[in-house]
């Protein structure tokens, strides 16, 4: 297999670092044994954990104020592939990479699949694209794509999805995630019902040619590009569409889409309850943002969603939504940030295991409040990081990722071997 990063030099800091992590990890495990806890099975857990990276958050990110490029930005969909696969080598929880149509459209999709091969790289959900006009487009998307009011426009909308899906065939994925930015900025601009109405017609049509072993996952988002309504704007709507479409139409949770302080893991629930919770976008928000790395701002929440995705997995251990990461990332180099969130979100979930289930259950039924929720916090506040780097380690991954990548020099490399393009530092999303 292809690794970018020096195995000689990798081995040099894990060696660096063995020792001091043994004792740490013997410690947690003689903590744990006291709770009952064996902390090998956990550890199995956390080694089987993974989060698909998105291919676009491996590129600086910006605002609609302006952007910042970072050096030795990958340029196109081979140089995006090389940073998920260092991602990769480091920290062993991001086997797989989350492409977006066109903007990794690949001009020989074989060749593409091959490229990630040899990094042992595997292609996550697919996403479409219809929030902005594209190259040689007959119709324009400003006024809405799966939703719009024409038909030809709706109907490019749904060929485009059609064509990532079958992009998606040839390159091993089984997903496809559509988020629309389709709303609108005025009260009385748009037909609330009919709008919602010609987005499941049109949702519909993209079910009706999906391979049986695919999944179609609907994201929400309460607002942004729209600023006063948007179609699927939260999840029930979002649960809606996916009921009236089909069993492998579900919906998906971008933690950054809601309202703040919205109870985001009770929306995981109630959509599982329901089998209808299909997959994540992972990252954190402060005000009305999506864009902040998984667990800056609020670990808890992370944690509390993982604690109802474990209690599901207890009572169907084959449960297994589609995870990744959806982050801009706009002031920290991409991959630091993409590997300090990958294990954020692991740390989470090897957290969510030592809830003791069977005491919370006890306080749940004799109405103790303050046991219920010290219970919680019992498992939360213990310190899982020798497992997650015990986990990185077995895997032959970095003990200290982001030390470890320092130390390589990519970066440097690459911005040697990627000079900045003058004409794409201006502002804007990208
Ligand atoms: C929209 O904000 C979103 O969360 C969707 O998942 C998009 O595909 C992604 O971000 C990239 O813009
Ligand atoms: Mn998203």
Same mark, same amino acid.
Not at 4 to 33: H, P, R
Not at 368 to 391: G, H, R, S, W
């Given at each position: 297999?292809?690794?970018?990063?020096?195995?000689?030099?990798?081995?040099?800091?894990?060696?660096?670092?063995?020792?001091g992590?043994?004792?740490?990890?013997?410690?947690?495990?003689?903590?744990?044994?006291?709770?009952?806890?064996?902390i090998?099975?956990?550890?199995?857990k956390?080694?089987?954990?993974?989060?698909?990276?998105?291919?676009?958050?491996?590129?600086?990110?910006?605002?609609r104020?302006?952007?910042?490029?970072?050096?030795?930005?990958?340029?196109?969909?081979?140089e995006k592939?090389?940073d998920?696969s260092?991602?990769?080598?480091?920290?062993?929880?991001?086997?797989?990479?989350?492409?977006?149509?066109?903007?990794?459209?690949?001009?020989d999709?074989?060749e593409?699949?091959?490229?990630?091969d040899?990094?042992?790289l595997?292609?996550?959900?697919?996403?479409?694209?219809?929030?902005?006009?594209?190259?040689?487009?007959?119709?324009?998307?400003k006024?809405?794509?799966?939703?719009?009011?024409?038909?030809?426009v709706?109907?490019?909308?749904?060929?485009?999805?059609?064509?990532v899906?079958?992009?998606?065939?040839?390159?091993?994925?089984?997903?496809?995630?559509?988020?629309?930015?389709d709303?609108?900025?005025?009260?009385?601009?748009?037909?609330?019902?009919?709008?919602?109405?010609?987005?499941?017609?049109?949702?519909?049509?993209?079910?009706?040619?999906?391979?049986?072993?695919?999944n179609m996952?609907?994201?929400?988002?309460?607002?942004?590009?729209?600023?006063y309504?948007?179609?699927?704007?939260?999840?029930?709507?979002?649960?809606?569409?996916? &009921?009236e479409?089909?069993?492998r139409?579900l919906?998906?949770?971008?933690?950054?889409?809601?309202?703040?302080?919205?109870?985001?893991?009770?929306?995981?629930?109630?959509l599982?309850?329901?089998g209808k919770?299909?997959?994540?976008?992972?990252?954190?928000? &402060?005000y009305?943002?999506?864009?902040?790395?998984?667990?800056?701002?609020?670990?808890?929440?992370?944690?509390?969603?993982?604690?109802?995705?474990?209690?599901?997995?207890?009572?169907?251990?084959s449960?297994?939504?589609?995870?990744?990461?959806?982050?801009?990332?706009?002031?920290?180099?991409?991959?630091?940030?993409?590997?300090?969130?990958?294990?954020e979100?692991?740390?989470a979930?090897?957290?969510?295991?030592l809830?003791?289930r069977?005491?919370?259950?006890?306080?749940?039924?004799?109405?103790?409040?303050?046991?219920?929720?010290?219970?919680?916090?019992?498992?939360?506040n213990?310190?899982?990081?020798?497992?997650?780097?015990?986990?990185r380690?077995?895997s032959n991954g970095?003990?200290?990722?982001?030390?470890?990548?320092?130390?390589?020099?990519?970066?440097q490399?690459?911005?040697?071997?990627?000079?900045?393009?003058?004409?794409?530092?201006?502002?804007?999303?990208?």
């Amino acid at each position: 297999m292809t690794q970018l990063i020096n195995n000689d030099l990798l081995g040099t800091q894990n060696q660096s670092l063995e020792s001091g992590l043994k004792s740490d990890y013997t410690a947690l495990g003689e903590k744990l044994a006291r709770s009952d806890i064996n902390i090998e099975a956990i550890l199995q857990k956390a080694k089987a954990f993974s989060i698909a990276v998105p291919s676009w958050g491996v590129g600086t990110g910006g605002t609609r104020f302006a952007r910042f490029p970072g050096q030795g930005e990958p340029r196109n969909i081979y140089e995006k592939l090389d940073d998920c696969s260092v991602i990769q080598q480091l920290s062993q929880a991001t086997p797989a990479v989350s492409l977006h149509i066109p903007w990794d459209r690949p001009s020989d999709p074989n060749e593409l699949r091959q490229y990630a091969d040899q990094y042992g790289l595997m292609f996550d959900a697919m996403n479409s694209n219809t929030f902005q006009d594209q190259a040689n487009q007959e119709n324009s998307y400003k006024y809405g794509s799966l939703t719009h009011t024409s038909q030809a426009v709706r109907d490019q909308a749904i060929a485009h999805n059609i064509d990532v899906v079958e992009l998606g065939q040839k390159l091993g994925s089984k997903a496809l995630t559509i988020w629309v930015g389709d709303g609108s900025n005025f009260p009385g601009q748009q037909h609330f019902k009919n709008s919602f109405a010609q987005y499941i017609d049109s949702i519909k049509q993209i079910y009706a040619t999906l391979p049986n072993d695919w999944n179609m996952l609907l994201e929400h988002k309460i607002f942004e590009p729209a600023f006063y309504s948007t179609v699927i704007q939260d999840w029930g709507s979002s649960y809606l569409a996916a &009921k009236e479409t089909g069993e492998r139409c579900l919906s998906l949770v971008d933690l950054g889409h809601h309202a703040p302080n919205v109870n985001i893991e009770m929306i995981v629930s109630r959509l599982a309850q329901f089998g209808k919770l299909g997959g994540f976008h992972f990252n954190d928000s &402060k005000y009305g943002d999506d864009d902040l790395d998984s667990g800056s701002i609020n670990p808890y929440q992370l944690f509390l969603v993982f604690n109802e995705l474990t209690d599901i997995q207890l009572e169907n251990p084959s449960y297994s939504p589609f995870y990744m990461l959806d982050q801009s990332h706009n002031v920290t180099d991409p991959i630091e940030s993409l590997m300090y969130s990958a294990a954020e979100v692991q740390r989470a979930y090897v957290k969510s295991l030592l809830v003791d289930r069977k005491a919370l259950a006890h306080y749940q039924q004799t109405n103790d409040p303050m046991m219920a929720q010290a219970t919680l916090k019992q498992a939360y506040n213990l310190d899982v990081e020798p497992i997650l780097q015990m986990a990185r380690f077995q895997s032959n991954g970095a003990i200290d990722p982001i030390a470890c990548y320092r130390e390589s020099g990519y970066r440097q490399q690459c911005a040697q071997a990627r000079p900045v393009d003058p004409n794409k530092t201006g502002s804007g999303i990208i």
